[in-house]
């Protein structure tokens, strides 16, 4: 019987758990603990230059109100990147691959950026709904369009991720069944689509790395419009 290829999407459990909590969790057990010693490992060096980077770059753009979400937004780059990656390891699940997780991410972090922009400059967040020099007709057009653009930014911020990583598993799936397939028939097809089977194992790696970084670089826009 033929397996359906979104069975590898369904949320596994155990006993009636659903294993999804220990996906969540798993990512940060990876991560050691810096130490109060001067000179550390070479991992824990490499980690911390990794998020020192990291957070330079991030903080680039944003004002020193925005500064106070370095941590948060360091640690979900972190943990979405740790997702991402293990996801792409046999017999692992990938919780990003999930809409309902992505747009739990996705909407308490937009939600957070308007009404900080709603709470310190009122004026200044609700004229995003209305571009400067609009003629007078056109004005509750756009009001319209802009409030349901502003609407759709955490729906597109789920959207994203898991269209990005549900179609780079479904195309690393199907590439995997034609290999096997193809072996005992036609076996230098199938060492010639096995090469295109690691090529693009190593572009889903880029992806889930990227996909990771443009999610916290968005919502990192996005609180620098409100700040």
Same mark, same amino acid.
Do not use: D, R, W
């Given at each position: 019987m033929a397996l359906n290829f979104f069975d590898q999407f369904m949320s596994p459990t155990f006993l009636g758990i659903p294993l999804i909590a220990i996906a969540l969790t798993f990512p940060w057990i990876l991560y050691p603990a810096p130490s109060s010693r001067w000179l550390n490992n070479r991992l824990l060096t490499l980690q911390s230059w990794f998020i020192n980077r990291f %957070?330079?770059?991030l903080l680039l753009p944003l004002n020193m109100g925005g500064h106070k979400w370095a941590l948060m937004l360091t640690s $979900? =780059?972190?943990f $979405? $990147?740790?997702?991402n990656?293990?996801?792409l390891l046999p017999y692992t699940f @990938?919780? %990003? %691959?999930q809409l309902s997780l992505n747009l739990g991410l996705a909407v308490p972090f937009w939600l957070? %950026?308007?009404i900080i922009g709603l709470r310190n400059q009122p004026n200044a967040a609700l004229a995003h709904l209305l571009p400067e020099g609009t003629p007078i007709l056109l004005i509750p057009v756009l009001i319209i369009i802009e409030t349901i653009s502003l609407f759709i930014r955490p729906l597109a911020l789920g959207v994203r991720l898991t269209a990005n990583l549900t179609a780079g598993h479904l195309l690393i799936q199907l590439i995997s069944t034609a290999v096997v397939v193809l072996t005992p028939m036609m076996t230098t097809v199938a =060492? $010639? @689509?096995a090469i295109v089977l690691f090529l693009l194992t190593l572009l889903e790696v880029a992806v889930a790395m990227i996909?990771?970084?443009v999610f916290v670089l968005l919502v990192s826009l996005y609180l620098q419009e409100n700040v």
């Open positions: %957070t330079q770059q $979900l =780059m972190i $979405l $990147l740790s997702i990656i293990l996801g @990938t919780p %990003t %691959t957070a %950026t308007v =060492m $010639l @689509t996909q990771a970084y």
